[in-house]
């Protein structure tokens, strides 16, 4: 069997692989080259699971040396994949030079990208020539009335298309992809956005012309409501809207079900997602200064240097803590910034810590977490012992036993709180 063509590795396109193999999505492609009506990538709640969205955007050479960390810290990462949070052929340089990094560090791990299908058909046998063996293309019409409704704007090079100029012309590219990959031996997937009222009904004759072009998977995904866009007020259709969708679609290709709507920079396996726990990980990769070889410390926010047991904006001190000669020791306490002054305080709190590689905390908030992270510092909520905690994360064991446990989430991409004037 050819290895890098293995269906039973990658968890997105064979279900009885998600308990077992596990995916990393590279964030190298920040630009994009249409305007989806149901899509707003400024919003990156840390809370928060859905395309678009990555805390940080990484070069190609950080992209691999994440990767070398993911791949420590997590063995069972099979796939290394580009899914924005712009379109991996808006960025076609960033996008090929990554997957041909990964492809010379890692030969053994599967190539999977996923992108609209505008600009990918100029890079078809890159894509042959590099070893990209899954493919998933989005397309949410094949009927240009209804795709004019879809998409804002389609840009070829420099020139913008909108209405129905834009939806043929995104659709003629789209279709000539999907022939060029399938010709190529790539495996390729087919997402569709389930928008009620816009294309609910047209599934059917989605699933059908991508069954005529080949296609090996359909993946039926409900439209998530975002802020600020011209869909935000279109509710999500139900489960059981969607199990009926998938069961008609089924007819003519094979549907997926567990698809779990992943940020750009998704990691771990899709049941076990770890992207919150590799977030500070990513940040120091991204920014050279943040080598986890020059952060040997962690703080830690302890009211009595026992439990984990304060929020990040409750603390007054932080004990810092490292592993030594003699095994984990607080070797220091210092003192958190005043309350008050914004984001302000978080930045300075990020220069306190700026030798530890996260800070261990009851609870944060979004403003906060996202300061920390940008500087290097992986915030981690939990609740627990400290030293065991701390053994956990020293020897990259993950800290799954000690996460708070939520309820609830971030609705519409609004976000959470963390204005710096305390909790």
Not at 5 to 25: E, Q, Y
């Amino acid at each position: 069997m050819n290895t890098l063509r293995d269906l039973s590795r990658h968890p997105c396109f064979n279900a009885g692989a998600k308990h077992s193999f596990g995916r990393v999505h590279l964030p190298v492609a920040p630009h994009c080259n249409i305007k989806c009506n149901y899509c707003n990538r400024k919003y990156d709640c840390v809370n928060e699971s859905r395309p678009g969205v990555t805390s940080t955007v990484l070069s190609p050479e950080q992209a691999v040396r994440y990767m070398e960390q993911v791949l420590e810290r997590e063995p069972r990462i099979a796939v290394a994949g580009i899914a924005g949070p712009g379109d991996p052929f808006a960025n076609p340089e960033e996008t090929l030079q990554t997957l041909r990094l990964i492809r010379e560090k890692f030969p053994d791990l599967l190539l999977c990208l996923s992108s609209n299908g505008l600009g990918m058909v100029p890079y078809l046998d890159e894509i042959a020539e590099v070893g990209i063996s899954h493919v998933t293309v989005t397309v949410n019409a094949i009927d240009p009335e209804i795709g004019q409704k879809i998409y804002s704007w389609v840009r070829d090079g420099k020139v913008i298309y909108r209405g129905r100029k834009g939806a043929e012309l995104l659709l003629e590219r789209q279709l000539a992809a999907i022939e060029g990959l399938k010709q190529r031996g790539v495996t390729v997937k087919v997402n569709t956005i389930i928008v009620p009222s816009i294309n609910d009904h047209h599934a059917d004759a989605v699933a059908r012309r991508m069954a005529d072009l080949g296609v090996d998977l359909l993946n039926c995904m409900a439209m998530y409501p975002n802020r600020d866009t011209p869909f935000e007020d279109i509710p999500e259709p139900g489960k059981d809207r969607m199990e009926a969708i998938r069961k008609s679609a089924e007819k003519y290709l094979p549907q997926m079900r567990h698809c779990t709507r992943c940020r750009a920079d998704a990691v771990g396996l899709l049941d076990e997602d770890r992207t919150k726990e590799f977030r500070g990980c990513m940040s120091a990769c991204a920014h050279p200064a943040g080598d986890l070889r020059q952060r040997p410390h962690v703080a830690v926010a302890t009211m009595e240097g026992v439990l984990v047991n304060q929020h990040l904006g409750e603390a007054e001190r932080f004990q810092i803590w490292s592993k030594t000669d003699d095994g984990l020791r607080c070797i220091d306490e210092r003192r958190a910034p005043e309350p008050g002054g914004g984001l302000l305080r978080w930045k300075a709190l990020a220069e306190i810590l700026n030798d530890c590689r996260a800070v261990l905390v009851a609870g944060i908030g979004e403003n906060p977490s996202k300061v920390l992270t940008e500087s290097g510092i992986e915030p981690i909520e939990m609740n627990g012992f400290i030293e065991p905690a701390l053994e956990a994360l020293y020897e990259a064991r993950g800290l799954k036993e000690f996460k708070v446990r939520k309820s609830g989430g971030c609705a519409k991409g609004f976000g959470c709180t963390g204005s710096g004037d305390g909790c």
